[in-house]
């Protein structure tokens, strides 16, 4: 995983403007918020869902890169002020703290663009049209019916107590449509799989998409803010209804642990191909930050 | 006109998510910004220049609705009280004020995303190759060396005198460049241009891009809050570098004067299928609101 995570940070200081190119500021702030950080989760699942296609490695760097940048805009814009207000992120001051809040909408703005704008001027696919479902597939992840309508549901949610489906829904769109996403955008970079391969492969995004959050409620509530390089204990303090705070920590931890089986379940079929998907299921469920 | 604009109208109502639709209030606020409003002009460029190409009108609709939501985005992320700061847009409070600053975020994000959406779920080009061309070519107008980019440049003139060519600059960011794509989307869904009809429409597009600005400068100074149906004045307040004050409104007038002249001599070449875009280089610089 270090060598994919290291490859992409290449990847991305590479397809990301240099700062010297006006606006200066701009793109040295865009940097900022999307290089040196984080575990890199979604690219790691575009890699290792495009080893099940046979995809070829300068093509899913590009996809990632892509997805990376969706996840990048969206911290950048959830942590201002109006949303989260936080000011700590990958152990780094928060893109609005190291410049300011009107740049850190802009980046997160440009990060947006940047991605389609990767998707579209790299070839990513044999086909041309392919790659226009790779487009449809990542901007419908990323928006009101996705991510973007996660982040809404979640600032409804604050000081409520949601049901579990409640809870459900709102991570299927705020955190499991992008990690979808990159599972397949990943799978499209190579060659076309059978229907059964694709359901087999979206069974395994919803799983480790969901197990992902439920981890990061954990971690949340366990871990400290120093071994997170994120405010810790954040979401009882603003009141978010969180999977601890709806089952408790053991069921919790359970259903992590049933989401992983789930995960490697839905990758029967694939045999080998689905060596690196397996492992980065027990990455994001056994993690410690 | 007219005609085109109710069009607009009714396509930009059927793509976007109904508001029955969770989340219902991101929905409703999305539909808030960008459904009742302004004087389209993007829309009638992507219409005008797709005259040219002989393009269908049902794809022009869509190529439209995804330049108008790029534009109705940026006004709702411009208007937050980080940015502009600002409680009136087409004569209605601005969608922080209506809806609250978190919501306006979200609707910005979501807006960009449906635009890139919209380009690559309907059938606008007989190629799917041209498709993805087409979101390429919003994708860079949009983010960090195209809009977004000419935001940041306005940000940091705040309260500086520019240059001529340094106000330039900035225009042909915040507003030529998507003012161009609107143009450059409207021929690609047609049949192919010759390289020359590209370039003469890309000096047409530069023109009214530039003439917009200016003019919009004009009547910023010139005409009523009532009549603009946005915060009149502003510019001057906020103490923003236009083109009123670097050249004064007479020769601010006279300079949109030329740029339509030069608008209509970039049209030439173009016979009757020009038509419609000269008539609004005429409205783009005539216009009262």
Same mark, same amino acid.
């Given at each position: ?10 990847? #991305? ?5 240099? $700062?010297?190119?006006? $606006? +200066? ?19 790691? #699942? *575009? ?20 997805? +990376? ?9 959830? &942590? ?12 780094? $001051? ?40 790779? *487009? ?27 049901? =579990? ?17 990159? *599972? ?23 799983? *480790?998409? #969901? ?8 971690? &949340? ?25 709806? =089952? ?6 359970? #259903? ?5 089986? &789930? ?27």
């Amino acid at each position: 995983m270090g060598g994919i995570q290291a490859r992409m940070e290449e990847a #991305l200081a590479r397809l990301m403007p240099r $700062p010297a190119i006006a $606006p +200066e500021r701009l793109h040295e702030a865009m940097r900022y918020a999307a290089l040196e950080g984080g575990k890199r989760v979604r690219p790691l #699942l *575009v890699f290792a869902a495009g080893e099940l296609s046979r995809a070829p490695a300068a093509r899913l760097e590009v996809a990632a890169a892509a997805v +990376e940048l969706i996840h990048a805009y969206s911290l950048a814009h959830d &942590d201002l002020p109006c949303m989260d207000d936080d000011v700590l992120r990958r152990g780094k $001051p928060t893109v609005h703290v190291e410049y300011d809040q009107a740049t850190a909408l802009l980046v997160g703005d440009a990060l947006q663009s940047l991605a389609f704008q990767l998707l579209a001027e790299h070839r990513l696919a044999d086909e041309p049209k392919t790659q226009l479902e790779m *487009v449809r597939v990542l901007a419908a992840a990323a928006g009101s019916r996705g991510m973007a309508g996660g982040q809404q549901l979640d600032l409804e949610a604050t000081g409520k107590a949601l049901s =579990l489906p409640e809870l459900e829904f709102m991570h299927i769109h705020k955190t499991g449509a992008l990690v979808r996403a990159a *599972v397949l955008l990943g799978a499209m970079c190579g060659e076309p799989l059978a229907p059964e391969a694709r359901a087999g492969l979206d069974r395994y995004a919803k799983c *480790v998409g #969901l197990a992902f959050q439920v981890v990061d409620d954990l971690l &949340d509530a366990e871990a400290s803010t120093a071994t997170l390089g994120k405010t810790a204990g954040k979401d009882s303090k603003q009141g978010k209804p969180t999977y601890v705070s709806a =089952l408790g920590t053991e069921r919790s931890r359970e #259903l992590a642990e049933e989401l992983r089986g &789930d995960a490697h379940a839905a990758l029967a079929g694939f045999g080998a191909g689905g060596r690196r998907l397996g492992e980065l299921a027990d990455f994001i469920v056994l993690r410690k930050f």
